[in-house]
């Protein structure tokens, strides 16, 4: 997780087995649930990516940075 300025942006990567079906483009319902859940919590744009390359995959979520205690 880093603070760039006005956002916070949030990496994960996994190097595992990739999925059973490697044609698929779908995100699931687990990375659309986040989305609706960070546009509920902040006002400002927040983003929830995922992109799948042969020797990994990396989600990636960004979101406004606000300190602790606010929002």
Known sequence: ???MGSWVELRVSDNGPGP???VSQNDG???ENIRKR???I???HTEVS???RMEDTVVRAVWPYTPEGER
Do not use: V
Request: net charge negative; proline share 6%; hydrophobic share 50%.
């Open 42 to 44: 902040y006002d400002l």
């Open 1 to 3: 997780m880093e603070r």
């Open 50 to 52: 995922l992109l799948r």
């Open 29 to 31: 319902m687990g990375l």
């Open 20 to 22: 059973a079906d490697p």
């Open 38 to 40: 960070l546009s509920l």
